[in-house]
């Protein structure tokens, strides 16, 4: 399984959520969020073994996705991570005014296609939702079509007329894909 490294402060929203998911996967989360301690297992050797070898794992899982290596004398995969999480989660007001700076200033790249652009937009509203569950799926969609260039000017007028039911972020991203085909066979 690749997922990209913890390189930084901007990639750490992303990274923690995957490293997440990768824990879940792997039946492995309760070691790195503290709620299976290795002091629970009590004098039992066999339970004691198991732990240790499942907090190896997620260290190795920890690891393997940094960039840096602040965590050299970090013992167990929760220190690991709340480690990281100190150096690289940033202070959540500064960071939402740098997200919310980041998503009103984004222009178009014409030298991008749609999805390129979109998926940027996409990933300043998701690290904002991170930090602000409040951040919905409709400013992202409004904001994908403010960016849109002249080109798609009538996808606008379409998308405004298009039934609430059926305004998500997958059909905008889909009708715009589509329309990006279509607009490349006209010219």
């Known amino acids: 399984?690749?997922?990209?490294?913890?390189?930084?402060?901007d990639s750490f929203p992303l990274w923690d959520f995957e490293i997440k998911i990768l824990m879940r996967a792997e039946e492995l989360i309760n070691?790195?969020?503290?709620?299976?301690?290795?002091?629970?297992?009590?004098?039992?050797?066999?339970?004691?073994?198991?732990?240790?070898?499942?907090?190896?794992?997620?260290?190795?899982?920890?690891?393997?996705?940094?960039?840096?290596?602040?965590?050299?004398?970090?013992?167990?995969?929760?220190?690991?991570?709340?480690?990281?999480?100190?150096?690289?989660?940033r202070d959540t007001s500064q960071q939402k005014c740098l997200l919310v700076q980041d998503l009103y200033t984004f222009k178009y790249d014409k030298t991008k296609d749609i999805m390129t652009n979109i998926s940027h937009v996409q990933n300043i509203a998701f690290k904002l939702r991170q930090l602000n569950p409040n951040v919905d799926e409709n400013m992202t969609m409004t904001k994908i079509t403010t960016i849109l260039p002249e080109d798609y000017k009538h996808?606008?007028?379409?998308?405004?007329?298009?039934?609430?039911?059926?305004?998500?972020?997958?059909?905008?991203?889909?009708?715009?894909?589509?329309?990006?085909?279509k607009c490349k066979m006209t010219k």
């Open 31 to 89: 070691i790195v969020d503290g709620s299976d301690l290795l002091s629970d297992q009590g004098r039992d050797k066999e339970n004691t073994r198991k732990w240790k070898m499942r907090d190896a794992k997620c260290q190795y899982y920890i690891v393997r996705r940094i960039e840096k290596t602040h965590i050299v004398t970090c013992t167990t995969a929760k220190e690991m991570y709340d480690t990281l999480k100190q150096i690289y989660q």
């Open 155 to 181: 996808f606008s007028t379409a998308w405004d007329s298009t039934a609430t039911v059926d305004r998500t972020l997958d059909n905008q991203v889909a009708r715009l894909m589509l329309e990006e085909v």
């Open 1 to 9: 399984m690749h997922l990209p490294k913890l390189k930084d402060a």
